[in-house]
């Protein structure tokens, strides 16, 4: 076990990894919560695989129908386990991982068990396959009914040629109603391997127990070896330039995202990330003036929001607004990315933004798990010195990154009355 300190917080870490690979966070805070969070590194950007010498074809949404079914098991539910022990349990997927998680004040070390249970003992049948078939294609329908998601979607469909991100994570109509026990066993003993997933626990609670317990967990399961991805290269332009759908609402939405490619920069990723964050912060957040603009165009029906996403080599800036003319969003946003420029003052104030943020988070349980298992996820570490590394972000720096930023690939959907 590893005691380590994030620099200029105060919040430590213990670090541990089992013999089979599952690796161990836990961050003591004496809070009355405990927070605990299993994450696998699987998620719906999941096509191809390879596992024991075989080849596999995932249908798309298939590990999020997954994490629907580890909540069942042959003699109970994981969901009704929770309520009973006091706590609030769930697990969502996203396009990179897979996340199980439960808080509460009571009864930790039975929730910790059924959080173990719920990721790392399968049970799968025909008929509760069926079953969850109707209720996701159901949650699916409900998503593509809001012309916000539904302009998301195609937008990211768009965006991507080859890369399974292009999908929904919670697949299609079609791949969902084409899953099977088969596939779902598959991807679970390729991907739901301990050297695949990792525990991060936050609160007032001893490591020493906590890696004891897992020790003890899994000392008669066998380890098994983890799957690979396949994946195919990525051409750097956009799959479609411009998408209209027709659908019977008021006001038209409209969602872009600029596909930018990232390879050539060799610096940290959570660094570049940082500065990319800058960027849009310095062009399009109220401290830039942009929502002044927006608030000022007549055509222009709502604000403008937007987020940054880094898939591999690139990173998705997507915006998203109601309008009258999205020519006219696509226009203010094309005249913001040509004129980047960062300047010392406004920069400073970003970075006290955000070191202000990581304290607060320091003071809540639940905040300080999410930061900490977050960057596991994106990053494949804990950043201990992310503190240090936004206070030496420099304006020189930041000019220097955004004029290598190419802003020409760009995709936009248009859901329309």
């Given at each position: 076990?590893?005691?380590k300190?994030?620099?200029?917080l105060d919040?430590e870490i213990?670090?541990?990894?089992?013999?089979n690979g599952?690796?161990i966070?836990v961050?003591?805070?004496?809070?009355y919560?405990?927070?605990?969070r299993i994450?696998v590194n699987?998620?719906?950007?999941?096509?191809?695989?390879?596992y024991?010498?075989k080849?596999f074809?995932?249908?798309?949404?298939?590990s999020?129908f997954l994490?629907?079914?580890?909540?069942t098991?042959?003699?109970s539910?994981?969901?009704s386990?929770?309520?009973?022990?006091?706590?609030f349990?769930?697990?969502?997927?996203?396009?990179?991982?897979t996340v199980?998680h439960?808080s509460?004040p009571v009864?930790f070390?039975?929730?910790?068990?059924a959080l173990f249970?719920?990721?790392?003992?399968?049970?799968?049948?025909?008929?509760?396959?069926l079953?969850e078939?109707?209720?996701i294609?159901q949650?699916?329908m409900d998503?593509?009914?809001?012309?916000?998601a539904?302009?998301y979607?195609?937008?990211k469909y768009?965006?991507f040629?080859n890369n399974?991100?292009?999908?929904p994570?919670?697949?299609?109509k079609e791949?969902i109603?084409s899953?099977?026990?088969?596939?779902l066993?598959?991807v679970?003993?390729?991907f739901?391997?301990?050297?695949?997933?990792?525990?991060?626990?936050t609160?007032?609670?001893e490591?020493?127990k906590?890696?004891?317990?897992a020790e003890?967990?899994y000392?008669?399961k066998?380890?098994n070896?983890?799957?690979?991805k396949v994946?195919e290269?990525?051409?750097?332009t956009v799959?479609?330039?411009k998408d209209i759908?027709?659908?019977n609402?008021n006001?038209?939405?409209?969602?872009i995202?600029y596909k930018?490619d990232?390879?050539?920069f060799?610096?940290?990723n959570?660094?570049?990330?940082?500065?990319?964050n800058?960027?849009?912060?310095?062009?399009f957040?109220?401290?830039?003036g942009?929502n002044d603009?927006?608030?000022?165009n007549?055509?222009?029906?709502?604000?403008?929001?937007?987020?940054l996403d880094?898939?591999?080599n690139y990173?998705?800036?997507?915006?998203?607004?109601?309008t009258?003319?999205?020519e006219?969003?696509?226009?203010?946003?094309n005249?913001?990315?040509?004129?980047l420029?960062?300047?010392?003052e406004l920069?400073?104030l970003?970075?006290?933004?955000w070191i202000?943020?990581?304290i607060l988070a320091?003071?809540?349980?639940?905040e300080a798990s999410?930061?900490?298992?977050?960057q596991?996820i994106?990053?494949?570490?804990?950043?201990?010195d992310a503190?240090?590394v936004?206070k030496?972000l420099?304006a020189e720096k930041a000019n220097e990154i955004f004029?290598?930023?190419d802003f020409?690939?760009?995709?936009?959907?248009v859901?329309?009355?």
């Amino acid at each position: 076990m590893i005691k380590k300190k994030f620099k200029d917080l105060d919040l430590e870490i213990y670090e541990h990894t089992l013999d089979n690979g599952f690796k161990i966070y836990v961050c003591k805070m004496d809070r009355y919560k405990i927070d605990a969070r299993i994450t696998v590194n699987v998620g719906g950007e999941l096509e191809k695989f390879k596992y024991q010498n075989k080849t596999f074809t995932a249908p798309y949404g298939v590990s999020h129908f997954l994490e629907h079914k580890m909540f069942t098991k042959a003699d109970s539910d994981i969901s009704s386990v929770y309520e009973k022990n006091g706590a609030f349990g769930n697990a969502y997927t996203d396009d990179y991982s897979t996340v199980y998680h439960f808080s509460s004040p009571v009864k930790f070390w039975d929730n910790l068990e059924a959080l173990f249970r719920c990721v790392n003992e399968p049970y799968f049948t025909d008929e509760n396959v069926l079953k969850e078939k109707g209720i996701i294609t159901q949650e699916l329908m409900d998503l593509l009914s809001d012309p916000t998601a539904l302009a998301y979607f195609r937008t990211k469909y768009n965006a991507f040629h080859n890369n399974s991100y292009k999908y929904p994570v919670i697949g299609t109509k079609e791949s969902i109603e084409s899953i099977t026990k088969e596939d779902l066993y598959n991807v679970y003993n390729a991907f739901y391997a301990p050297s695949n997933m990792h525990l991060v626990v936050t609160g007032n609670v001893e490591p020493q127990k906590v890696i004891a317990f897992a020790e003890k967990y899994y000392q008669d399961k066998p380890f098994n070896k983890k799957g690979e991805k396949v994946t195919e290269l990525e051409p750097k332009t956009v799959c479609q330039r411009k998408d209209i759908i027709n659908k019977n609402i008021n006001n038209k939405v409209c969602f872009i995202n600029y596909k930018v490619d990232i390879s050539n920069f060799s610096i940290p990723n959570f660094e570049l990330q940082r500065y990319l964050n800058v960027l849009l912060l310095a062009r399009f957040s109220s401290l830039s003036g942009f929502n002044d603009l927006v608030m000022q165009n007549e055509n222009i029906l709502s604000p403008i929001s937007w987020r940054l996403d880094v898939k591999g080599n690139y990173a998705n800036f997507y915006f998203q607004a109601e309008t009258k003319d999205e020519e006219i969003v696509l226009d203010l946003l094309n005249e913001r990315f040509n004129n980047l420029k960062m300047e010392e003052e406004l920069l400073d104030l970003i970075k006290k933004n955000w070191i202000n943020g990581y304290i607060l988070a320091t003071d809540n349980v639940i905040e300080a798990s999410t930061l900490i298992n977050e960057q596991i996820i994106k990053y494949g570490e804990v950043v201990y010195d992310a503190t240090a590394v936004i206070k030496n972000l420099t304006a020189e720096k930041a000019n220097e990154i955004f004029k290598q930023l190419d802003f020409a690939n760009y995709t936009f959907t248009v859901v329309q009355k």
